[in-house]
């Protein structure tokens, strides 16, 4: 998923002709918002359509027979093609020297917020079940949708916002989201889980949008592709390792106390992203005025 994720957002990117901001909004919108129907679709199938294990992923084949076709007929953005048997398939991953400080920045910010949404994805409905005591798989595949779906109405009113200072935002408001979502286990309150989901979606929107902007506009054009994929792989692993290790935890020291070390784990990983981009940001600033009186 990384890989593909990466190769079509180059591709968005390339269409737009120099407008990294609009297309990176369009990727992420347009990924926020699969996303959100899918545990939609998927709780309602669970708790009120026939064969649950078995829909859904007769809806999802049918999707992806679908957006293959569309891909097919979809113009090319490379000039030198090359014959079938001359390209590789091997996936491309790197980091250019000179952009990995600023990689690294956004790379634990999006660790950071995908870990978010990896508990919320993996982890909710058992959350629900036994600290809140709703056993409705529709009610949980609600509130995972409602987190991408505030991301996605996050990302389409601020189209102006800038990378950098959304990236910021992002990392500052991931400590009150996982605050509030260990308050609402300990308290068994609904109320605090939907206040904790809704900043968390937007949190989730400015970091993963606005972190994937500044990877785009850092990446050389040559190797975006690569770039963009290197960075979503660090998202896609951040979905699924910490959720391994809370359900590790959980088994030996109980689901409260593994959800308030991971919560400190990721409040962590947001400060420091957030001090490091701080850092750059003053070096940066300090360079420029350094050449500027010289």
């Given at each position: 998923?990384?890989?593909?994720?990466?190769?079509?957002?180059?591709?968005?990117?390339?269409?737009?002709?120099?407008?990294?901001?609009?297309?990176?909004?369009?990727?992420?919108?347009?990924?926020?918002?699969?996303?959100?129907?899918?545990?939609?679709?998927?709780?309602?199938?669970?708790?009120?359509?026939?064969?649950?294990?078995?829909?859904?992923?007769?809806?999802?084949?049918?999707?992806?027979?679908?957006?293959?076709?569309?891909?097919?007929?979809?113009?090319?953005?490379?000039?030198?093609?090359?014959?079938?048997r001359d390209v590789s398939l091997r996936p491309r991953l790197g980091i250019p020297r000179d952009i990995r400080a600023r990689?690294?920045?956004?790379?634990?910010?999006?660790?950071?917020?995908?870990?978010?949404?990896?508990?919320?994805?993996?982890?909710?409905?058992?959350?629900?079940?036994?600290?809140?005591?709703?056993?409705?798989?529709?009610v949980a595949g609600a509130i995972v949708g409602g987190l991408?779906?505030?991301?996605?109405?996050?990302?389409?009113?601020?189209?102006?916002?800038?990378?950098?200072?959304?990236?910021?935002?992002?990392?500052?408001?991931?400590?009150?989201?996982?605050?509030?979502?260990?308050?609402?286990?300990?308290?068994?309150?609904?109320?605090?889980?939907?206040?904790?989901?809704?900043?968390?979606?937007?949190?989730?929107?400015?970091?993963?949008?606005?972190?994937?902007?500044?990877?785009?506009?850092?990446?050389?054009?040559?190797?975006?592709?690569?770039?963009?994929?290197?960075?979503?792989?660090?998202?896609?692993?951040?979905?699924?390792?910490?959720?391994?290790?809370?359900?590790?935890?959980?088994?030996?020291?109980?689901?409260?106390?593994?959800?308030?070390?991971?919560?400190?784990?990721?409040?962590?990983?947001?400060?420091?992203?957030?001090?490091?981009?701080?850092?750059?940001?003053?070096?940066?600033?300090?360079?420029?005025?350094?050449?500027?009186?010289?």
């Amino acid at each position: 998923m990384a890989l593909s994720s990466g190769a079509s957002t180059a591709w968005i990117v390339e269409h737009a002709r120099g407008d990294e901001a609009r297309a990176t909004r369009i990727a992420i919108g347009a990924n926020l918002f699969g996303l959100a129907v899918g545990p939609l679709l998927s709780g309602f199938l669970a708790q009120y359509g026939p064969a649950p294990f078995r829909t859904p992923y007769v809806i999802f084949l049918g999707l992806l027979l679908g957006a293959s076709g569309a891909i097919w007929i979809s113009p090319e953005t490379v000039d030198d093609r090359k014959a079938l048997r001359d390209v590789s398939l091997r996936p491309r991953l790197g980091i250019p020297r000179d952009i990995r400080a600023r990689f690294v920045s956004a790379a634990i910010g999006a660790f950071a917020t995908f870990s978010l949404l990896g508990f919320y994805s993996a982890l909710l409905p058992t959350l629900l079940e036994h600290a809140i005591h709703n056993h409705n798989h529709a009610v949980a595949g609600a509130i995972v949708g409602g987190l991408f779906l505030v991301g996605t109405l996050a990302i389409v009113a601020t189209p102006a916002l800038d990378a950098r200072t959304g990236m910021l935002w992002g990392l500052a408001l991931l400590v009150p989201a996982i605050a509030l979502l260990v308050m609402a286990e300990a308290s068994q309150s609904l109320v605090l889980l939907l206040a904790g989901t809704a900043i968390a979606g937007v949190a989730s929107a400015f970091g993963y949008r606005c972190g994937l902007q500044v990877v785009n506009e850092l990446s050389p054009p040559d190797q975006r592709s690569e770039v963009v994929s290197s960075y979503l792989i660090v998202c896609f692993a951040a979905v699924s390792l910490p959720v391994v290790g809370v359900g590790i935890v959980s088994r030996v020291a109980g689901s409260m106390v593994a959800d308030a070390i991971f919560a400190g784990v990721v409040a962590a990983l947001a400060i420091a992203a957030l001090v490091f981009e701080l850092r750059l940001s003053r070096r940066r600033s300090s360079g420029r005025l350094t050449r500027a009186t010289t």
